[in-house]
C-alpha cells in the first residue's frame, strides 16, 4: 500500500494571503494524484487531478504541482469560503488501492 | 446535471450486515466506475474499494476484502455497496462517488452506526 503523508496537520493563515499545503507518497505515483476539499457536514469536493489539472468548475486561484512523490497544492489569495480540510489521494497503485492522505485543515489566522 | 443519491441512515448491531445504495442519474452509467468511501466522525477519508460499471470487475482495499461486496444494478443505474461482520469501528459515513480512480462527483454520504 503507498502511504500518503500530509503536513502540515493544521494550517492558520489570514484571508487575502497564500496558503501552500504539501503531499508525500511514499513511493513514486507519476502524476495520478488527486486533491479534495471538504467542508464540515459535507461530501469531498475534487479540486484538482493529475496533479495539475483544475476540475471543472474550480477557480484559478487553486493550483496544484508536483509528480512522483512531492505534491503541492497552493491556494493564490485566500477567500472566506475556502477554509476548509483539504486530502490528497493517488491513484496510481493500480489495481490495489487508491489512498488518501490524512488531512490538511486550513483555518482562518 | 450528475447526481449520486444515497440510500438512508442505518443502525445495525454488530456481526450483522448492511446494505448501502447510490442512484446515478445525469450520465450514462456503464461509462464510469464507482468507487466508496468512507469516514468515521472527525476521522479522514478510506478509500473502500470500486467497480466497473461497464464490466463488473471490482477492486477491494486489502482490509476489506474479505467483508465488502460491490454491485452495480444497470438497469436502475444503482450501485450497492454491503459490508458484513460489522464492528463497532465501521460506524462512519459511506459515501459513494464516479470513479475508480479519482471522483468528480460524490453522494451526500450514508451514515451506518454500529451499536449493541
Known amino acids: 500500500e503507498i502511504v500518503m503523508t500530509q503536513s502540515p496537520a493544521t494550517l492558520s493563515v489570514s484571508p487575502g494571503e497564500r496558503a501552500t499545503l504539501s503531499c508525500r507518497a511514499s513511493?513514486?505515483?507519476?502524476?495520478?494524484l488527486a486533491w479534495y476539499q471538504q467542508k464540515p457536514g459535507q461530501a469531498p469536493r475534487l479540486l484538482i487531478y493529475?496533479?495539475?489539472t483544475r476540475a471543472t468548475g474550480i477557480p484559478a486561484r487553486f493550483s496544484g504541482s508536483g509528480s512522483g512523490t512531492e505534491f503541492t497544492l497552493t491556494i493564490s489569495s485566500l477567500q472566506s469560503e475556502d477554509f476548509a480540510v483539504f486530502y490528497c489521494?493517488?491513484?496510481?497503485?493500480?489495481?490495489?488501492?487508491?489512498?488518501f492522505g490524512q488531512g490538511t485543515k486550513l483555518e482562518i489566522k | 446535471q450528475v447526481q449520486l443519491v444515497q440510500s438512508g441512515p442505518e443502525v445495525r448491531k454488530p456481526g450483522a450486515s448492511v446494505k448501502v445504495s447510490c442512484k446515478a442519474s445525469?450520465?450514462?452509467?456503464?461509462?464510469?466506475?464507482i468507487a466508496w468511501v468512507r469516514q468515521a466522525t472527525g476521522q479522514g477519508l478510506e478509500w473502500m474499494g470500486w467497480?466497473?460499471?461497464?464490466?463488473?470487475?471490482?477492486n477491494y482495499a486489502q482490509r476489506f476484502h474479505d467483508r465488502v461486496t460491490m454491485t452495480t444494478d444497470t438497469s436502475t443505474t444503482t450501485a450497492y455497496m454491503e459490508l458484513r461482520s460489522l464492528r463497532s469501528d465501521d460506524t462512519a459515513v459511506y459515501y459513494c462517488?464516479?470513479?475508480?480512480?479519482?471522483?468528480?462527483?460524490w453522494g451526500q454520504g450514508t451514515l451506518v452506526t454500529v451499536s449493541s
Open positions: 462517488a464516479r470513479r475508480g480512480g479519482f471522483s468528480d462527483f
Open positions: 445525469g450520465y450514462p452509467f456503464p461509462s464510469y466506475g
Open positions: 467497480i466497473s460499471v461497464y464490466n463488473g470487475n471490482t
Open positions: 513511493q513514486s505515483v507519476n502524476s495520478d
Open positions: 493529475g496533479a495539475s
Open positions: 489521494q493517488q491513484y496510481n497503485d493500480w489495481p490495489r488501492e487508491y489512498t
